[in-house]
């Protein structure tokens, strides 16, 4: 959904799945909106994707456990240009403060810029 806004709105958006189900239900909601979100699966190589967006949106999966998890942000760090910025939204209760610790050894700076209801919109940025 947060694809599809984004490129109703203009922006050029390439989205990144584990499963072929997500994949295809983001290509359907592409067409129906006639949006220009691009999809692919996500690879043991991941090497081509370094260094190519100025911002990642990252929605992890709640009970995939710290060490995913933390490649995920890993990668993330490396697909992000210069300057780019990694948003993260993630609950507390699923580890949000551990997620913290950790993007701060990644990234210059890490903000947690909303709190609320549990949720943490963590921004991470890479100089």
């Not at 290509?27 to 991941?46: G, I, P, R």
């Not at 551990?98 to 909303?114: G, M, Q, R």
Request: charged letters at 25%; zero cysteines; a positive charge.
């Amino acid at each position: 959904v947060v694809g599809i806004v984004l490129s109703k709105i203009g922006h050029d958006v390439f989205g990144l799945d584990v499963t072929d189900r997500a994949l295809n239900l983001a290509q359907h909601n592409n067409e129906l909106n006639k949006t220009s979100l691009k999809v692919a699966k996500v690879t043991d190589d991941l090497s081509k994707y370094h260094n190519s967006f100025k911002t990642v949106l990252l929605n992890q999966p709640i009970r995939a456990g710290k060490e995913v998890i933390h490649s995920m942000f890993d990668n993330s760090y490396e697909f992000l240009k210069h300057e780019g910025v990694l948003y993260v939204v993630m609950k507390k209760q699923h580890g949000a403060l551990s997620a913290v610790k950790h993007l701060e050894t990644l990234f210059d700076e890490v903000v947690i810029i909303k709190k609320s209801k549990g949720y943490y919109i963590i921004k991470n940025t890479k100089y």
